[in-house]
């Protein structure tokens, strides 16, 4: 499980064992089903990370429901949208070797994640990376309607592995990943996807 669930995970079953010795047995037991569901939410399983030098894998489990060509700042680049339900794992993983570039923080709103205009509009934390030969790729962690809670583990010059966790958004989300048009992506609109495990695509 994540370390981020533990805290969460331990006082709903606390709150549940008293309310079970206090003889509310119907409350005690949704308290128990909900210390149940926060165990499911924040699982962290290990992945089997590809040894291909060039693939690219997924940055988040769900269910890809953007890809092809988005504008970012003055240029475009190739955008794979990932939207996560509450029923996918939610550690966030590193797509590519490369090393932090920058960090940005946004507040913003908090609409479904499904949506398209949640990459542009909700609250959000991107991080840049460069690749060991100079190309850029960007991650974008996006909150949706129930998530309240964008975990980032990462700091400005680290040096990151494909696989490597990142993160984790906490309740129904987005991650979005931006790449170099030279990357080439699968056909994967509408797929489920693993994170560290998926290729997504590969460097050209």
Not at 19 to 32: E, N
Not at 162 to 180: Q, T
């Amino acid at each position: 499980m994540h370390k981020s669930g533990w805290p969460l995970v331990i006082s709903a079953g606390i709150v549940s064992f008293f309310l079970f010795l206090w003889r509310w047995y119907i409350v005690a037991i949704g308290g128990g089903i909900l210390t149940a569901f926060l165990a499911y939410f924040f699982r962290d399983p290990e992945r089997n990370i590809t040894e291909n030098e060039k693939a690219i894998v997924s940055p988040a489990d769900g269910q890809v429901v953007f890809l092809g060509l988005s504008p970012l700042g003055k240029d475009k680049m190739k955008k794979v949208s990932i939207f996560m339900s509450l029923f996918d794992v939610h550690v966030n993983r590193v797509p590519f070797d490369g090393e932090v570039k920058k960090i940005e923080y946004k507040k913003g709103k908090f609409l479904p994640a499904y949506k398209k205009e949640a990459s542009n509009c909700n609250e959000s934390n991107t991080i840049f990376f460069s690749t060991p030969t100079g190309e850029t790729f960007i991650i974008v962690q996006i909150a949706g309607i129930l998530a309240r809670r964008i975990l980032c583990s990462l700091k400005l010059g680290q040096s990151v592995k494909k696989g490597e966790r990142l993160g984790i958004i906490c309740f129904g989300s987005k991650v979005d990943l931006y790449l170099p048009k030279n990357a080439v992506l699968k056909p994967l609109l509408g797929k489920k996807v693993k994170a560290g495990e998926t290729i997504l695509g590969y460097w050209s």
